[in-house]
């Protein structure tokens, strides 16, 4: 995730603003008279649009919003044979704000020890009381613009096979969900859990919830716990940082929506079926750490082919220049990213424009994007957002980490890549220039100011979500001074070096969870050295 409104406000970013294109064609537009100016802008935004939507739909009411998905590749197929698989059966109420929900979780037993029960997170039930949101106070009014609205998952009933399971509900906030397995549930082996429930989307333009042009229904259904070297991982839903932990499952989806609706989702759409005043979109998503979807009557789309992925760019009628530039950003990062750390394995990549007040939040697939950053005086902010939650599709979706307990592991170096894009895209001066905007190297750094005004501050990278009392200290130490630690890595080693060992990083850990040491084994390999010194001294 990026804090816009947080990065913002510790920036000194200079007052002109940055140019739209770059190199010689930006000095050819400098020198035309203003009528050609205009008429050249008319004919490149018809070349735009003609170039990049290709066989996309404008009209959001084509029958299925976008074009159906290929077949996914062969990686995703074998990696998904073992993998847990979540079946959800979705009946969406926009009138009601309100989720009906059938759910099976075949749950495989991927670790050496046996379990007599399971966990799950209900994330919903972080937004029913209005003392426990999962929001800090400054917060409050941005997330509720329209006053507090409660949200909840409300549990019907939990069965295996055609039995009646016991389970229990609790935690910080009622967020966790225990099932009591009628038998142990052996290393290798499944058992299938049957749920129903209903969902109720509070009127919040955060991760979950809706306001006047989006329902984003993001962390909205009972998904297992992590169980790892510390045990089963039942962490609230904090208010700082990104509070998901999670493995990949295979996730087959049906959502039954008014027809007016157009979804953008994680996954690939297998089938679109009419039901009267209805549609129910299949979904199938191989290989991926969670499933979210986003609900529109407004969504108009353009898509562009990067390698073997279709990338969507998913906005609102009055935003189309700048939802294609958005698709625009997304491609090229797309294409780049692959070049530099490994092929993106999903067939689609979505980059949807939102009721988000946050700036921007990565999902499997699909990233959600604040919609006051497609106003036309926040181009720079739009670019520089849309490419860093691309680069979080390595980062955080294909090779995972604990964001609770490590949070500088996937937000540092998906900052640092964002940087990288910089250079790759607009050349080595530019990469310097973005780096210095958001570090204030070559100046007091914002973290010095910061601490200037505190005492006692941790300025340790390596710290958990919950060590952080407000985001913008969050945000210097754990994305800023974190991407320094990728920066000096990549002057130590240079270019062919430094990228070899992202490439090795992403290969050893692709489809799993990482731990910084995992990042230190791949520096190792590649290098035939220690590393030992420079992962102390950084993290510190």
Not at 93 to 111: G, W
Not at 390 to 418: C, F, K, M, R
Not at 491 to 498: L, M
């Amino acid at each position: 995730m990026l804090n816009f409104h947080t990065l913002i406000n510790i920036t000194q970013f200079p007052g002109k603003k940055p140019a739209l294109f770059g190199g010689r064609r930006m000095k050819f537009i400098i020198f035309m008279t203003e009528k050609n100016r205009r008429n050249f802008f008319a004919i490149l935004l018809i070349c735009i649009l003609i170039a990049s939507l290709g066989g996309a739909y404008l009209n959001r009411y084509a029958r299925s919003g976008r074009e159906y998905e290929r077949q996914p590749g062969a990686e995703l197929l074998e990696i998904s044979k073992d993998l847990s698989i979540y079946d959800i059966d979705v009946i969406f109420d926009p009138e009601n704000a309100r989720l009906i929900c059938k759910q099976n979780v075949k749950l495989v037993n991927r670790d050496d020890i046996e379990f007599n029960s399971i966990y799950f997170h209900l994330y919903p039930n972080a937004f029913k009381e209005e003392k426990r949101l999962p929001f800090l106070s400054d917060e409050k009014d941005a997330a509720y613009p329209n006053g507090f609205s409660p949200g909840w998952i409300d549990l019907k009933s939990v069965s295996i096979g055609d039995s009646p399971v016991d389970y229990q509900i609790g935690g910080y906030n009622n967020n966790i969900l225990a099932v009591m397995l009628d038998k142990p549930l052996k290393p290798g082996g499944s058992t299938d859990i049957a749920m129903e429930y209903s969902v109720i989307i509070p009127n919040s333009i955060g991760r979950f919830g809706y306001g006047e042009n989006t329902f984003n229904i993001a962390n909205w259904y009972p998904v297992s716990c992590v169980y790892d070297h510390s045990g089963w991982n039942t962490d609230p839903y904090y208010a700082i940082g990104d509070p998901f932990y999670s493995d990949v499952s295979n996730y087959f989806v049906n959502i039954k929506v008014p027809s007016g609706y157009v979804i953008a989702s994680t996954g690939d759409i297998a089938e679109i079926k009419d039901e009267g005043e209805y549609r129910i979109w299949e979904i199938e998503a191989l290989a991926v750490r969670d499933f979210v979807w986003i609900a529109s009557e407004r969504f108009e789309i353009g898509s562009r082919q990067v390698d073997q992925t279709t990338v969507y760019s998913y906005f609102f009628p009055e935003s189309r220049e700048s939802g294609l530039r958005a698709l625009d950003y997304a491609a090229y990062a797309l294409q780049i990213f692959n070049s530099c750390f490994g092929m993106y394995p999903y067939r689609q990549f979505s980059v949807v424009q939102s009721d988000f007040f946050v700036g921007g939040m990565e999902y499997p697939n699909l990233v959600m994007i604040d919609k006051n950053l497609y106003d036309k005086e926040q181009l720079f902010w739009l670019e520089y957002v849309t490419v860093h939650e691309t680069a979080h599709q390595w980062w955080y979706g294909i090779v995972g980490n604990d964001q609770i307990d490590e949070p500088w592991l996937d937000e540092a170096l998906t900052e640092y890549s964002t940087v990288l894009y910089y250079g790759h895209r607009y050349g080595q001066d530019k990469e310097n220039e973005i780096y210095n905007i958001i570090t204030g190297e070559g100046t007091q750094s914002s973290l010095e100011k910061y601490i200037l005004d505190e005492q006692e501050i941790n300025t340790a990278v390596d710290q958990p979500i919950y060590k952080f009392s407000d985001w913008i200290l969050y945000d210097l130490i754990v994305y800023r001074k974190g991407a320094g630690i990728f920066r000096e890595m990549h002057r130590i080693t240079g270019d062919e070096v430094f990228y070899e060992i992202l490439r090795k990083y992403f290969e050893n850990n692709k489809f799993s969870n990482a731990a910084h040491t995992d990042l230190q084994k791949a520096c190792e390999e590649v290098t035939g050295k220690s590393w030992d010194a420079f992962f102390q001294r950084q993290l510190e």
